[in-house]
């Protein structure tokens, strides 16, 4: 590799916070670039707690193949966090008892594999395999001044580590310093966005067994041999989901988020106030949880949690990622996906500049494609909170939410081929119609759901996706290998069977609102062959799994 000559340094990549973000950046360079000095500054002491107070402990294709394959990380993902049964859903927009409500799962782990996340065990992890990789990892370290530089020149970070002041001049500083947005703070980066949503959660000290919420022999058999506990679980209501997420370190993670009009945040700002919610909205999950030897160890929230970033990539030699960047909502665990694809972007930007390429052109590339990503995954959650409780509409929506995701977004990220430019070229119309699909799709949806105020609660419905054979087949195929004729040949593939799924869902929608607007559905359907594509989707397979 040719390199440029540079001025001295005291290190070449300094990354501020050693958190999630941060400490997998700094495998992800040591991996790739070895001779590269790597130093990591972080405020909170080494080694944390156990069930740390951290979101993102649920992790989905994306992000567990980042720290399984691309990291490396295999091993102690295995034998030290716990093995996910995937995203589970409960439907209801009234107060239920649980065998009573539909739900949406797996009986059986889908091939490509995701795990629950302790945050403290990993990021102690983390940190002692960075330190084993040669690292410079300092944490108790508080940054006092950033001065970057708009020439060539270095950056220059004051710090108070041990009891003293250091200055450190670096090449490239990368903010991974979470909600704190160090340089977006100095920069004045900051961009709100309208998803308009508030959270609050907590963690206790043991596990509740879904499974032995209810004697009915139907509702302990319809999943089996799932192990309820070990899913991401969702309890759907009208403007708000509650989750459950198992932590290896023999804690529950639980949290309420709400949209912000429907459920206002002061109604659960406090323990008290979020189990006196739940036991107006969710009275099988706070009976359930509302136990002496469950003993609260921590309490948090955070009013309107999702925000973009005006910019996140510099040709001034720095970048954001993480929470120091942007965040979405946690309802389909995107965030360490995001933390993956945004890393990856910081690597190429970082190799580049190594080589001796001008970096400012690729910079606002990857920037404008990661934005993309954001805004086309924002679209799954902005607005829809008022129909989550929707026991016929939201098993819809989950499995077009899904056939977006694997069709698209996670096939780039595990062929490596996010920064590949002349493929992301000629992908660009395909991906182009599905954003379009997905637009309309979710318009869709908002009015479906909206407009049935009275969903048919008589019977509740087991949709069980690992029955579902495309499921199987798009779940496992992200791991192929695939030349590029291949994968590009697959990606239409997709996309065609995105068009079959939404002229189905546009059926089911019109049998109970025959004068349901499409949104604009129909015309784009009109444009492209929607006839039967076997090799994705059999005929009316989306009929027959989920119509009531």
């Given at each position: 590799?040719?390199?440029?000559?540079?001025?001295?340094?005291?290190?070449?990549?300094?990354?501020?916070?050693?958190?999630?973000?941060?400490?997998?950046?700094?495998?992800?360079?040591?991996?790739?670039?070895?001779?590269?000095?790597?130093?990591?500054?972080?405020?909170?002491?080494?080694?944390?707690?156990?069930?740390?107070?951290?979101?993102?402990?649920?992790?989905?294709?994306?992000?567990?193949?980042?720290?399984?394959?691309?990291?490396?990380?295999?091993?102690?993902?295995?034998?030290?966090?716990?093995?996910?049964?995937?995203?589970?859903?409960?439907?209801t927009d009234r107060e239920y008892d649980v065998q009573d409500c539909s739900e949406m799962g797996v009986s059986r782990l889908l091939p490509t594999p995701s795990w629950q996340l302790d945050r403290g065990r990993f990021e102690n992890f983390l940190g002692d395999r960075a330190r084993e990789r040669g690292v410079d990892f300092r944490d108790g370290a508080v940054v006092r001044t950033l001065d970057l530089s708009e020439s060539d020149d270095l950056h220059t970070i004051g710090f108070d580590h041990g009891g003293e002041s250091h200055t450190l001049r670096a090449r490239w500083v990368v903010d991974a310093s979470g909600r704190a947005g160090l340089i977006k703070r100095k920069l004045g980066l900051a961009q709100a966005n309208d998803h308009d949503a508030n959270a609050v959660w907590w963690r206790i000290d043991?596990?509740?067994?879904?499974?032995?919420?209810?004697?009915?022999?139907?509702?302990?058999?319809?999943?089996?041999?799932?192990?309820?506990?070990?899913?991401?679980?969702?309890?759907?209501?009208?403007?708000?989901?509650?989750?459950?997420?198992?932590?290896?370190?023999?804690?529950?993670?639980?949290?309420?988020?709400?949209?912000?009009?429907?459920?206002?945040?002061?109604?659960?700002?406090?323990?008290?106030?979020?189990?006196?919610?739940?036991?107006?909205?969710?009275?099988?999950?706070?009976?359930?949880?509302?136990?002496?030897?469950?003993?609260?160890?921590?309490?948090?929230?955070?009013?309107?949690?999702?925000?973009?970033?005006?910019?996140?990539?510099?040709?001034?030699?720095?970048?954001?990622?993480?929470?120091?960047?942007?965040?979405?909502?946690?309802?389909?665990?995107?965030?360490?996906?995001?933390?993956?694809?945004?890393?990856?972007?910081?690597?190429?930007?970082?190799?580049?500049?190594?080589?001796?390429?001008?970096?400012?052109?690729?910079?606002?590339?990857?920037?404008?494609?990661?934005?993309?990503?954001?805004?086309?995954?924002?679209?799954?959650?902005?607005?829809?909170?008022?129909?989550?409780?929707?026991?016929?509409?939201?098993?819809?929506?989950?499995?077009?939410?899904?056939?977006?995701?694997?069709?698209?977004?996670?096939?780039?990220?595990?062929?490596?081929?996010?920064?590949?430019?002349?493929?992301?070229?000629?992908?660009?119309?395909?991906?182009?119609?599905?954003?379009?699909?997905?637009?309309?799709?979710?318009?869709?949806?908002?009015?479906?759901?909206?407009?049935?105020?009275?969903?048919?609660?008589?019977?509740?419905?087991?949709?069980?996706?690992?029955?579902?054979?495309?499921?199987?087949?798009?779940?496992?195929?992200?791991?192929?290998?695939?030349?590029?004729?291949?994968?590009?040949?697959?990606?239409?593939?997709?996309?065609?069977?995105?068009?079959?799924?939404?002229?189905?869902?546009?059926?089911?929608?019109?049998?109970?609102?025959?004068?349901?607007?499409?949104?604009?559905?129909?015309?784009?359907?009109?444009?492209?062959?929607?006839?039967?594509?076997?090799?994705?989707?059999?005929?009316?397979?989306?009929?027959?799994?989920?119509?009531?």
């Amino acid at each position: 590799m040719s390199t440029v000559t540079q001025a001295p340094v005291d290190t070449d990549i300094l990354i501020l916070g050693g958190g999630l973000a941060g400490l997998t950046l700094a495998l992800q360079l040591r991996d790739r670039e070895p001779d590269l000095r790597v130093t990591v500054l972080e405020r909170r002491a080494h080694p944390v707690r156990e069930a740390a107070h951290k979101v993102g402990e649920s992790t989905v294709e994306i992000g567990a193949h980042y720290f399984a394959d691309v990291l490396g990380l295999r091993e102690h993902l295995e034998t030290e966090q716990v093995r996910k049964y995937g995203l589970r859903y409960f439907f209801t927009d009234r107060e239920y008892d649980v065998q009573d409500c539909s739900e949406m799962g797996v009986s059986r782990l889908l091939p490509t594999p995701s795990w629950q996340l302790d945050r403290g065990r990993f990021e102690n992890f983390l940190g002692d395999r960075a330190r084993e990789r040669g690292v410079d990892f300092r944490d108790g370290a508080v940054v006092r001044t950033l001065d970057l530089s708009e020439s060539d020149d270095l950056h220059t970070i004051g710090f108070d580590h041990g009891g003293e002041s250091h200055t450190l001049r670096a090449r490239w500083v990368v903010d991974a310093s979470g909600r704190a947005g160090l340089i977006k703070r100095k920069l004045g980066l900051a961009q709100a966005n309208d998803h308009d949503a508030n959270a609050v959660w907590w963690r206790i000290d043991g596990q509740s067994d879904l499974d032995g919420w209810s004697d009915d022999p139907g509702w302990r058999t319809r999943f089996a041999p799932a192990e309820r506990w070990k899913s991401t679980n969702h309890m759907c209501g009208p403007g708000y989901w509650f989750w459950l997420i198992p932590l290896a370190s023999g804690s529950h993670s639980l949290g309420i988020v709400c949209d912000a009009k429907m459920h206002p945040l002061e109604t659960m700002n406090t323990f008290e106030k979020a189990m006196d919610w739940l036991r107006r909205h969710q009275p099988r999950v706070a009976e359930a949880l509302d136990k002496p030897e469950y003993a609260l160890q921590d309490f948090l929230f955070l009013r309107h949690f999702s925000y973009g970033c005006k910019q996140v990539y510099s040709k001034h030699r720095w970048a954001l990622t993480g929470e120091a960047g942007l965040f979405l909502d946690p309802f389909y665990s995107p965030g360490s996906d995001f933390i993956a694809i945004s890393n990856t972007y910081v690597c190429e930007l970082i190799r580049k500049d190594r080589a001796g390429e001008p970096i400012g052109q690729y910079a606002d590339i990857y920037q404008q494609l990661y934005f993309s990503f954001y805004e086309n995954t924002l679209s799954l959650y902005q607005d829809q909170y008022p129909i989550f409780g929707h026991p016929q509409v939201m098993p819809v929506k989950v499995l077009w939410d899904y056939a977006y995701y694997w069709s698209l977004l996670a096939p780039l990220f595990f062929s490596r081929r996010q920064a590949d430019l002349s493929m992301l070229t000629r992908l660009k119309p395909a991906f182009a119609e599905g954003r379009a699909l997905n637009l309309a799709m979710q318009r869709l949806m908002r009015d479906w759901g909206t407009r049935d105020a009275a969903p048919d609660l008589k019977q509740a419905r087991a949709y069980d996706q690992y029955q579902v054979e495309w499921c199987r087949e798009m779940n496992g195929g992200l791991t192929d290998a695939l030349d590029d004729d291949a994968y590009y040949a697959r990606t239409q593939r997709s996309v065609a069977g995105m068009r079959q799924l939404a002229a189905e869902v546009l059926a089911l929608a019109r049998e109970s609102f025959p004068d349901i607007d499409d949104r604009g559905l129909d015309a784009l359907l009109a444009s492209h062959d929607t006839g039967q594509h076997p090799a994705m989707l059999p005929e009316h397979w989306f009929a027959r799994e989920l119509a009531a």
